[in-house]
């Protein structure tokens, strides 16, 4: 995760001459400013709908045990991996994407917060302001570090 980052910062970081630019790894993103001072719009899915969010600078990752995952011994297994206990991690959050100044502190972050658990990672999130969008298992979304409901068909900023 931390490499996709990587890859994902260096890339804009070599487009940025050149012009505005978003850079899509594997799902983290890495934009450089645009233009028109607005943010890049990024959807994310969520049971509520698709969170709008404008990245104007900077990057954002999602970490989350619903896409990379399999069977293994009749139990679910997935890559997010507890260091306390080198196992898949125990966590009631189904995914979390989250606002950085790069990508790659977005995707450390994202997964820190999907080890803390759902009530921990917003409560993390807001009291650092590092804006997360929180899918818990039983299909709630958390917005936290300053992320509100954005009003009809406007983007909820974020980023610095």
């Known amino acids: 995760g931390i490499a996709k980052g ?3 910062d260096r890339a804009v970081r070599l487009l940025e001459p050149v012009g505005p630019a ?3 790894i594997g799902g983290d993103l890495a934009a450089t400013a645009r233009a028109d001072d607005a943010g890049w719009p990024v959807g994310l899915a969520t ?3 698709v969170v709008t969010l404008g990245l104007p600078v900077g990057g954002l990752a999602t970490s989350g045990r619903d896409r990379r995952r399999w ?4 139990q679910e297994r997935h890559h997010l991996i507890d260091p306390r206990t080198a ?6 959050i189904l995914r ?3 606002c950085a100044a790069t990508a790659a502190a977005a995707e450390v972050t994202a997964t820190a917060l999907f080890l803390a658990g759902a009530e921990a990672a917003r409560a993390e999130a807001d009291r650092e302001g590092i804006p ?3 899918v818990t298992d039983d299909g709630r979304t958390l917005r936290a570090g300053g992320l509100r409901p954005a009003p009809a068909r406007r ?3 974020v980023g610095r």
């Not at 069977?71 to 009749?74: L, S, V």
């Open 6 to 8: 990587w890859a994902a």
């Open 87 to 92: 196992r898949p991690a125990a966590s009631d």
């Open 47 to 49: 049971p509520d709908g």
């Open 96 to 98: 979390v994407s989250v």
């Open 22 to 24: 978003l850079v899509n």
């Open 71 to 74: 069977r293994q011994a009749g």
């Open 155 to 157: 983007s909820t900023a």
């Open 132 to 134: 997360a969008v929180i």
